[in-house]
Nanobody
Framework: EVQLVESGGGLVQAGGSLRLSCAAS????????IGWFRQAPGKEREGVSY????????RYADSVKGRFTISSDNTKNTVYLQMNSLKPEDTAVYSCAATRSSWYSENFGYYDYWGQGTQVTVSS
């Protein structure tokens, strides 16, 4: 069974931190690019950050550069998103997804698997 499960969301004060986890199972972790996406009410889903352990590459949306850090633990098949200096505009449902593309894609159709999402709420 292929599965992605997010955890770590919650309510945090502006300026605070959260670490999200995306636990993958049922597929070869190194063959996939893992992306974090978020969607706020009334807004389109946007890509936040991406990682390829095989390529040793990461990428961040401009809106989170310098505040968020993506990392992976291949022994646990888990990708993390460390979120610091959180802002109210970071409030959204955060989901992770996996694609077999050579590198990341902002086209959601390229992602084969999606988690259910975890809610992040940043109070002002």
């Amino acid at each position: 069974e292929v599965q992605l499960v997010e955890s770590g969301g919650g309510l945090v004060q502006a300026g605070g931190s959260l670490r999200l986890s995306c636990a993958a199972s049922g597929f070869t972790f190194d063959d996939y690019v893992i992306g974090w996406f978020r969607q706020a009410p009334g807004k389109e889903r946007e890509g936040v950050s991406y990682i390829s352990s095989r390529l040793g590459r990461t990428r961040y949306a401009d809106s989170v550069k310098g505040r968020f850090t993506i990392s992976s633990d291949n022994t646990k098949n888990t990708v993390y998103l460390q979120m610091n200096s959180l802002k109210p505009e970071d409030t959204a449902v955060y989901s992770c997804a996996a694609t077999r593309s050579s590198w990341y894609s902002e086209n959601f159709g390229y992602y084969d698997y999606w988690g259910q999402g975890t809610q992040v709420t940043v109070s002002s």
